[in-house]
């Protein structure tokens, strides 16, 4: 029988004869930091990858285009009061004028600190029925998408409504999320929170039946903004 001296003393010896490489000043790049797909192929993977997940990517090649877009899905829905992340927060700013001028409220989403209050405050906000945000990123490889909240940017817009639509640059979608790490390493600690959604909200607790908007939005449309005048080229 092996005692627990006995135990400690063999592993005393193995530390011994072990070898232990020589650390190095510098690590070779892994591979998932350099790009391999062009800005094609990461569009076409997303699309390929948010669909099974009951996502829908949508393009979007103009700002125009992206607003009437955004006008289109918000008319299949009933209500007229939204969530949305301030103007300036938004890949489209004029996006905020244009749903006001349509005659859609967005509501305020701060939420105070005394219970009572928060109660009747999120009472008011479950009548949003669309949730309006942008991206911090998109991950080809997954059909994911990552946020941030923040100051302008409230939490509630993705997680809250019965629809949630996405505004994403085309120039923050990465081959997978190594690649947007590598790209972002200080991405946790640029809001309040980091969010990564993959689809709309769904659960299979009950006999392992998947059903959707359970916990949160019971459609993701994400919109690709493919800009003809962005000067930018990938």
């Known amino acids: 029988m092996t005692t627990k001296q006995d135990f400690l003393k063999n592993i005393r010896e193995s530390l011994q004869a072990a070898h232990i490489p020589a650390a190095r000043a510098t690590l ?24 099974p997940l009951r996502g829908v990517a949508h393009m979007a ?3 125009e285009e992206a607003v009437s877009k955004v006008m289109a899905l918000l008319a299949e829905q009933d209500s007229t009061e939204i969530l949305a992340w ?14 006001r001028n349509a005659g859609y409220r967005v509501l305020d989403a701060t939420v105070p600190r005394d219970t009572t209050a928060q109660r009747a405050k999120l009472h008011e906000l479950a009548r949003a029925g669309v949730g309006i945000t942008g991206a911090l990123a998109g991950f080809a490889d997954s059909g994911t998408l990552a946020l941030t909240s923040g100051a302008g940017r409230p939490r509630l817009a993705s997680l809250l409504p019965p ?6 640059d085309v120039a923050e979608l990465y ?6 790490w590598a790209a972002h390493p200080d991405a946790a600690a640029q809001g309040a929170n980091l969010i990564f959604i993959t689809g709309p909200s769904r659960t299979a607790d ?11 939005p019971k459609q993701l449309h994400a ?5 003809l005048d962005c000067e930018t080229s990938y």
């Open 28 to 51: 070779p790049t892994p591979p998932w930091a350099f790009a391999t797909m062009t800005r094609e192929e990461r569009i076409a993977s997303f699309e390929r990858e948010i669909t």
């Open 61 to 63: 090649h103009t700002r």
């Open 86 to 99: 301030d103007d300036d927060q938004l890949p489209i700013p004029e996006l905020g004028a244009a749903l």
């Open 163 to 168: 629809v949630h639509i996405v505004l994403l």
């Open 175 to 180: 081959d997978n999320q190594p690649a947007f």
């Open 206 to 216: 009950i006999e392992l039946i998947p059903t959707f908007g359970v916990h949160g």
């Open 223 to 227: 919109i690709i903004l493919n800009l």
